[in-house]
């Protein structure tokens, strides 16, 4: 929890310092050292972005609606969502699960009403208030039982481990959230939301023409 606050106060400080512009290399964004790159089997004809975000992360809440609204619009981007997980941080875990049962049931609509809740003290890392949340969002019985199965299930606790070693990877380097990471090869800097967007998309078009 201490490194999120950390990292959205870094992003607050530093948000000023980027001005609407062609995105630069060592201001907007920096290249990861080629050892983290990925060997690839065959051509892709998609892009990876990595979010490492936190449900807790203001900065995270305000650029939801438009990396989804860019991912939604742009084809050829494959959104990789992780929630942030340092050390054994419960609550983090807990968002973990919920992040990695969103992401399997295809459930993204569920990323806003999940970042109002918690921005208004609902705590649905309870079960119970869980499933309030859910059925307020338009799951019924059925859609909640199996989302809450697969909450609990042995594959989403095999994803937050995953998620907790790439939070922690210093390949990665994820000292702060929102950390968007694109092609597994560019590190996007912290900026005002509709920046990181930008950047991100410049980003993209910059690794599918060296495709």
């Not at 059925?135 to 994803?159: A, C, E, R, T």
Request: net charge positive; charged share 20%; hydrophobic share 45%.
């Amino acid at each position: 929890m201490k490194k999120i606050l950390l990292g959205c106060i870094s992003f607050l400080f530093m948000a000023a310092a980027f001005a609407s512009s062609a995105p630069q290399e060592g201001v907007d964004y920096a290249v990861i050292p080629q050892a983290i790159n990925k060997v690839k089997t065959k051509p892709s004809k998609t892009v990876n972005v990595k979010e490492f975000f936190s449900f807790t992360c203001i900065h995270c809440k305000d650029v939801e609606p438009l990396i989804e609204a860019f991912v939604s619009s742009r084809k050829g981007v494959e959104l990789e969502k992780i929630q942030a997980v340092w050390g054994d941080d419960l609550n983090m875990r807990s968002f973990a699960k919920l992040n990695a049962t969103i992401q399997i049931m295809k459930l993204n609509r569920l990323y806003i009403p999940a970042f109002d809740a918690v921005f208004s003290r609902q705590n649905i890392n309870d079960p119970e208030i869980l499933k309030t949340f859910l059925k307020s969002n338009g799951l019924n019985n059925d859609q909640i039982g199996k989302f809450m199965n697969m909450y609990n299930s042995f594959d989403v606790s095999i994803i937050v481990a995953k998620y907790k070693t790439m939070t922690e990877d210093p390949k990665y380097n994820i000292t702060g959230t929102p950390t968007f990471i694109v092609a597994d090869k560019y590190i996007v800097s912290p900026a005002l939301p509709a920046r990181l967007v930008e950047v991100v998309n410049a980003l993209v078009t910059k690794s599918t023409a060296n495709k």
